[in-house]
């Protein structure tokens, strides 16, 4: 497995229960180019590429092309939220984390319009705002293997955490009435049916032998 700068935990996750190594093609720079791109010397190759941006996806693409022009098939280049969503969808694997099949993403617009609507019922300043929307992913990364979607209340004393968990429930409920899950729910989601279904990991693992991803 060659990964490249892996920073977020769940990512890591993913590249570790999604492949399965062998040892099948070599890569190397293309010496004439400031900003080499792989060169494919074996062609039959399962490759899956992991990149936090679209740009950077096709960009990877492009340079993959350019570089070996006889090349008849493309690895599969898309964001780590691509893989993800792709794992989701696949076979119908999104029954087992208990979606509906005609759940949708969360995109950016549409959370920027949640969050805000949950702020005002909330009555909640904008720093107290800018500041939960943050907490947000850092609590679903921490309490991903919880069975809950919400955080019980009771035992907490600050106020302002007291606040963020009021908001983190109510930002949990209306995804769900919504049918919509966020970005990390892509993750996260997709880690979990690698983990607890040996079926769908053994699947990924036979048809992808590396995985590349990005930072």
């Known amino acids: 497995v060659w990964v490249i700068n892996p920073v977020i935990p769940y990512l890591v996750q993913i590249r570790c229960y999604f492949i399965s190594v062998r040892i099948a093609a070599v890569f190397a720079s293309d010496p004439s180019k400031n900003h080499p791109a792989p060169i494919v010397k074996q062609k039959e190759i399962d490759l899956c590429s992991g990149w936090k941006h679209i740009s950077a996806a096709r960009n990877f693409r492009e340079r993959i092309q350019n570089a070996n022009p006889d090349l008849t098939q493309l690895p599969n280049i898309s964001t780590i939220h691509g893989l993800a969503l792709k794992i989701l969808k696949e076979n119908e694997n999104y029954e087992r984390v208990g979606l509906n099949p005609n759940f949708e993403i969360c995109d950016d617009s549409q959370r920027v319009t949640l969050i805000k609507n949950i702020g005002d019922r909330l009555h909640l ?8 929307e943050r907490g947000v992913s850092v609590l679903k990364m921490n309490n991903q293997n919880s069975k809950e979607n919400t955080i019980e209340t009771q035992n907490i004393k600050d106020k302002k955490l007291t606040k963020f968990v009021e908001f983190f429930n109510e930002y949990q409920k209306t995804l769900q009435e919504q049918n919509l899950i966020d970005y990390d729910d892509m993750l996260i989601l997709s880690v979990k049916l690698l983990k607890n279904n040996p079926d769908i990991r ?10 590349i991803e990005d930072e």
Do not use: A, G, M, R
């Open 125 to 132: 300043t904008q720093q107290y705002l800018t500041d939960f």
């Open 202 to 211: 053994s699947h990924y693992e036979n048809i992808c032998e590396y995985v």
